[in-house]
């Protein structure tokens, strides 16, 4: 089975706003170790959180940049990039950009879909680009 090519997919699918195609990808009892608060950890949960995603980032793209398979996992170094012009996280709509990058581990099973996900988000940048946090210390 060819992983990065599923990996691929999945971002494809998100980016062109087909979440509930990116969800087929992932298997029933698909787990999430990067947990978001007010979401459960499961397959159900992340195509939650994809939904309010694209609401919040209608024009959400979603590009790997590197991708990497070790048997049956696979790591992405991803940039993500979209305007904010929804809610998120109970943030109204800023009308800014954010371009941040992320990292995903994505475990795959023996029928090829994706069954844990751990990842890291570079959200400090994101924040600061939306204007939530001040991008410069305090003097």
Known sequence: MDHAATMKRAYELISSGDVDGFGALLAEDF????ETPGLEPTREGVVQFFHMYRTAFPDLRMDP????VSGDKVVAR????????????GMPPTGKSVDVQLIDIIRFDGAGLACEHWGVVDALAMMQQLGAIPEEPPA
């Open 31 to 34: 787990v999430e170790h990067e």
């Open 65 to 68: 940049q590197d991708v990497l």
């Open 78 to 89: 991803v940039r993500a990039t979209g305007t904010h012009q929804g809610e998120f996280l």
